[in-house]
């Protein structure tokens, strides 16, 4: 089971919006509306974002959104903030034989 | 609140096992399963296996078949992760996660984290 596709890193400046997309399969991302964001400051545990593509948990700020298109899951920030800097891993159920769950190789969101 | 409480870090020999205990407190244990994820120095999240602290069993993802065993002590709200047969790349530090109870392929709550690490 490969790792879905984020890309490495994207920045903005404060009060700009960013996406970050996620690139999986037609056995996870294309097929389940089980697509979850983590965000990841150093040396901290991660924290829930969005799941099942578009909801937010009490508590994350309406800043945050998210969607899915086919194969790709898509997490914008809107309005960043100097807070906002860190890691941010996307993860999907799967179908595959090998693994209940995947997660994306990881964003650096940097805020200039 | 809910919080997962887990054990310190360890450093094992290539070879030897580890033991990794979450506490869970702030929310009935048996009505939400546990995952373990990992991730190794400067990588990303790597899911591990799942257990329904209810007793109804567990998973682990193919690659550690084996080698993993995740057992709970419902007496203690506390899920054991144990790897063994050692090796370099399983330095990593190792999560103990809640499953959502609004969407159980969610993530929503996390322990602290423990690093393993793996050394001669």
């Known amino acids: 089971q490969s790792a879905l596709t984020q890309p490495p890193s994207v920045s903005g400046s404060p009060g700009q919006s960013v996406t970050i997309s996620c690139t999986g399969t037609?056995?996870?991302?294309?097929?389940?509306?089980?697509v979850s964001w983590y965000q990841q400051p150093p040396g901290t545990a991660p924290k829930l974002m969005i799941y099942e593509v578009s909801n937010r948990p009490s508590g994350v700020p309406d800043r945050f959104s998210g969607s899915k298109s086919g194969n790709t899951a898509s997490l914008t920030i809107s309005g960043l903030q100097a807070e906002d800097e860190a890691d941010y891993f996307c993860?999907?159920?799967?179908?595959?034989?090998?693994?209940?769950?995947?997660f994306g190789t990881g964003t650096k969101v940097t805020v200039l | 609140q809910v919080q997962l409480v887990q054990s310190g870090a360890e450093v094992k020999k290539p070879g030897a096992s580890v033991k990794v205990s979450c506490e869970a407190s702030?929310?009935?244990?048996?009505?939400?399963?546990i995952h373990w994820v990992r991730q190794a120095p400067g990588h990303g999240l790597e899911w591990m296996g799942i257990i329904d602290p209810s007793g109804r069993g567990t998973t682990n993802a193919q690659k550690f078949q084996g080698r993993v065993a995740v057992t709970r002590d419902t007496s203690t709200s506390t899920v054991y992760m144990e790897l063994s047969s050692l090796r370099s790349e399983d330095t990593a530090v190792y999560y103990c996660?809640?499953?959502?109870?609004?969407?159980?392929?969610?993530?929503?709550?996390w322990g602290q984290g423990t690093l393993v690490t793996v050394s001669p």
């Open positions: 702030g929310y009935t244990f048996t009505n939400s399963y």
């Open positions: 996660a809640r499953a959502a109870a609004y969407s159980s392929m969610t993530f929503d709550y």
């Open positions: 037609s056995s996870d991302v294309g097929r389940y509306n089980r």
């Open positions: 993860s999907s159920y799967t179908s595959s034989s090998t693994s209940l769950y995947v």
